[in-house]
């Protein structure tokens, strides 16, 4: 029997000779260290606070995340050409050596065979960019201030490859989780022409640095991207996690075997619901892994963490997915 390691190698290879599905999150050992610097961004319903952007979330009983307020009293950016006296800090990385052992510490945990030790980075540049001045400017400013939207992501590429060095130089991590989310269910947000002129170049020299150091990429963006696939393979990502079925999981695994891995397809709208029932779990689990097959996919949620909203979800499908691995291979 393969080491999860191994596994997953085997998966990743457009001929490869895995045993068994990689089980969603079973090959990362997550440690979450943006979140011990976030400032008050809130990780529970009924809290709200402001990041170290200084971006005001607020976290609605009964919603299922945090999400940034843009009204006239709480967006940050009103004028993107005074984003240079608005966003002139960068996040606090903490000099404290407590923090950097106790990252250390729980990264000692992981299972040296069978897991990677990854760092996750909530919020990348897109994301960003429309947490700090709201969807519709961030949209328009790309297409009216093109240079200082330029100049602005250049300083976030800055602040994230500050985030990176720390993560391996001081932490050692073989693996980074980055989410940054890129579409709607039915069509990314920005033409591939677009997402090569902004996006595109800020990521290779992220993702970039990361390589350099043996890290894995494992990259988050539950939303349909298909088009938008070979400037992920061009910036460097080794697995796009939260892949919807939108993207026809079938095809692209086909035509992009090798070249990157594709995790998700089970849909989480699906099964994370407070009236969940196995029998819905089974089939979606089965749909999936059939659809997706043994290379270059990896049955998950299409969500972006290990776990569930509702109690069970996750477990179960975690067994159907060993189940199928038993029919399957």
């Not at 990521?203 to 400037?231: M, R």
Request: net charge negative.
């Amino acid at each position: 029997m393969l080491t999860g390691k191994e596994n997953l190698q085997e998966v990743m290879k457009k001929d490869g000779h895995p045993d068994r599905f990689v089980n969603q999150w079973e090959f990362l050992h997550l440690l979450l260290p943006d979140l011990y610097y976030m400032g008050d961004y809130p990780l529970e319903p009924g809290k709200e606070g402001y990041d170290q952007f200084g971006v005001f979330w607020s976290f609605p009983e009964g919603q299922m995340g945090a999400f940034p307020v843009h009204d006239d009293a709480h967006r940050v950016l009103k004028d993107i050409t005074e984003w240079r006296e608005v966003v002139n800090h960068k996040p606090f990385i903490p000099d404290d050596p407590g923090y950097w052992g106790m990252l250390k510490g729980i990264a000692s945990m992981a299972d040296p065979d069978n897991q990677y030790v990854s760092a996750i980075f909530t919020q990348g540049i897109f994301e960003r960019l429309h947490a700090l001045m709201g969807m519709e400017d961030a949209m328009a400013n790309f297409y009216l201030e093109p240079e200082e939207m330029h100049e602005l992501i250049d300083f976030l590429v800055e602040c994230e490859l500050d985030f990176a060095h720390a993560m391996v130089e001081r932490v050692g991590i073989e693996a980074i989780l980055h989410h940054d989310d890129w579409g709607s269910l039915k069509s990314s947000f920005m033409s591939p022409e677009m997402f090569d002129e902004f996006i595109t170049p800020a990521y290779k020299k992220i993702y970039g640095y990361y390589h350099e150091n043996n890290v894995l990429i494992v990259h988050h963006n539950d939303a349909f991207s298909a088009n938008l696939i070979p400037s992920m393979i061009e910036m460097g990502i080794d697995i796009w996690q939260g892949v919807t079925p939108t993207n026809n999981t079938a095809e692209i695994t086909e035509k992009y075997a090798g070249q990157i891995t594709f995790m998700g397809e089970i849909e989480t709208k699906l099964c994370d619901l407070p009236d969940w029932t196995p029998e819905v779990i089974e089939q979606e689990v089965e749909r999936a892994c059939r659809t997706g097959g043994k290379h270059s996919f990896i049955p998950c949620l299409t969500s972006g963490l290990p776990g569930s909203a509702f109690p069970g979800v996750y477990e179960e499908v975690s067994k159907n997915i060993a189940r199928m691995s038993e029919v399957m291979f």
